[in-house]
């Protein structure tokens, strides 16, 4: 994109829907709402493609929902390594459990095909460009007192400079702590005390192409976090892993502390982790006090996030995607009501929380290392236990089963 890309979406334009940031749930949001007529911009903060701290693991309920919007055929193109079973190391010891019917692919292939896929059905993405949803008095303590705005206003940032258009309804899908909303009243989002920090690193070369098993998710489990590492679709080594800023901090650095854990859980430290360079996150266990607000919909890791253990976070997203579309489509077409926010809130909820509760236990369970001993050791005596927390996490929500 151009440097002034923002400048497509001209001042004061008034737009049905406006999506802020492209990562899954932004991406199939503004695709359902483009497929549903309506006229759509859909902003990004960096410029694409670009690669995310992720363990790029699509379990079958991330897949079902896409084949749900018809973009199977598209998701086989981009040539995702079938993943079959996780590999769960810790103090030298070694969990199996069988997970069929997985991918990993690389979210920088899969975020710009999914912007891509939407593109093409008509919604106008504009990258490189930095997104803040204006306050208005409905946002207040009072807001009762005030009238619904006719519009929300989004201020777009770009080297070009600032501009200010309108939406009937902004979908927020601008992931951990929602920066574009982070100063209306209400939606501070703040991370938990224990939160622990997402780290990133992909590994290119030889050595560690032969490091992997084929189909094998990787794990490793210590006192001070967990990384996980998964071949994707050119061949790379992605890691992922979620640690503590205490642990950084004794290691000596975020390297460092990646080296320790590996050495702690009994796996061999891959060689091109001493150079390869790492990306890190924001602290990752959230809670949002608000989900919804005035012609506001927050989706994906906006809403809320806990630890990704399970890599459920992108079936997540696209779970809500599939939720606000035809809400935030009624919205635009009848008007906006209190009622579609709260529609929105109870079918979230009821749609993830019970999978984000099995993620808090285990990552509960993956921060002290006694009780992770002992689960490994139960889990391999209790195999069909680990099974069926397995299939718990890759089914697809009951409340969107009953609406195909
Ligand atoms: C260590 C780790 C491992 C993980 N492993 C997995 C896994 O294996 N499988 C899985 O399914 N999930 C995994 N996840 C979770 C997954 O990455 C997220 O849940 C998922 O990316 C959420 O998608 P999203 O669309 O809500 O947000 P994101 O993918 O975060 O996308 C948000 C987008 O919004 C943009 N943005 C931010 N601010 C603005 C702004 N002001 N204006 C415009 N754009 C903005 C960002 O640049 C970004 O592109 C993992 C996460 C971590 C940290």
Excluded at 339 to 349: F, I, K, P, S, T
Aim: proline share 5%; charged share 20%.
């Amino acid at each position: 994109m151009p440097d002034d890309a923002c400048n497509s979406a001209a001042s004061g334009e008034t737009y049905d829907a406006v999506v802020i940031g492209a990562g899954p749930s932004g991406s199939l949001a503004a695709l359902l709402l483009a497929r549903a007529g309506h006229r759509v911009l859909q902003v990004e903060r960096q410029r694409f493609p670009r690669a995310k701290v992720c363990g790029c693991c699509l379990n079958q309920r991330a897949q079902q929902l896409l084949d749900r919007a018809g973009l199977l055929q598209g998701l086989r193109s981009l040539r995702a390594c079938p993943t079959d079973r996780l590999s769960l190391h810790s103090s030298g010891r070694r969990l199996s459990i069988s997970m069929p019917g997985g991918l990993a692919i690389s979210r920088r292939a899969m975020d710009q095909w999914l912007a891509e896929t939407a593109a093409a059905a008509g919604v106008q993405f504009v990258d490189d460009c930095p997104a803040e949803v204006l306050p208005e008095d409905c946002d207040s303590e009072v807001a009762a007192q005030h009238q619904l705005p006719a519009v929300r206003r989004i201020r777009l940032d770009s080297s070009a400079g600032s501009r200010v258009i309108s939406a009937k309804v902004v979908l927020v899908c601008d992931g951990l702590g929602h920066p574009s909303v982070a100063s209306l009243p209400g939606f501070r989002s703040d991370p938990r005390a224990d939160a622990r920090i997402g780290l990133g690193a992909v590994l290119t070369t030889a050595e560690s192409a032969n490091w992997l098993a084929s189909g094998e998710i990787l794990m490793v489990a210590a006192t001070g976090g967990y990384c996980g590492a998964v071949r994707t679709e050119d061949g790379s080594v992605n890691l992922a892993a979620a640690v503590d800023a205490a642990a950084i901090q004794s290691a000596g650095g975020p390297r460092q502390c990646l080296q320790q854990i590996f050495r702690d859980s009994g796996v061999p430290v891959p060689q091109e982790l001493e150079t390869v360079s790492l990306r890190g996150t924001v602290p990752l266990t959230r809670r949002s006090l608000r989900i919804s607000g005035p012609r506001l919909l927050l989706l994906g890791d906006a809403a809320g996030y806990v630890e990704p253990f399970t890599g459920e976070g992108m079936a997540w997203g696209l779970t809500a995607a599939t939720l606000a579309a035809p809400l935030a489509s009624s919205g635009i077409r009848a008007g906006w009501t209190t009622a579609l926010e709260r529609q929105y809130e109870r079918q979230l909820r009821s749609a993830v929380v019970s999978e984000q509760t099995v993620c808090r236990t285990l990552s509960w369970i993956l921060s002290r290392p006694r009780v992770l001993q002992l689960t490994v050791a139960a889990a391999a005596l209790l195999p069909a236990v680990a099974g069926m927390l397995v299939r718990r996490v890759n089914r697809i929500p009951i409340s969107l089963e009953s609406s195909r």
